[in-house]
């Protein structure tokens, strides 16, 4: 996924980190067939409200 947004063989060190954080959560906010087009945040989200809702902390 990386090579949408930079070729193979680049250099990263001519992007600064701000660019590079840019295009991290770019592709990790993107959402994701295997989870029915969610993206892995929401399916965390999800995980968490059913764990919490199991143990009965949900009120």
């Given at each position: 996924?990386?090579?949408?947004y ?8 001519v992007?600064s ?7 991290a959560l ?13 993206t892995p945040?929401e399916?965390?989200n ?5 764990a919490?809702?199991e ?5």
């Amino acid at each position: 996924l990386l090579r949408q947004y930079l070729p193979k063989g680049t250099d990263l060190s001519v992007y600064s980190q701000a660019e590079l954080d840019q295009i991290a959560l770019s592709l990790n906010t993107r959402p994701r067939k295997r989870h029915q087009f969610r993206t892995p945040l929401e399916v965390y989200n999800d995980h968490l409200r059913l764990a919490e809702a199991e143990a009965g902390t949900i009120h």
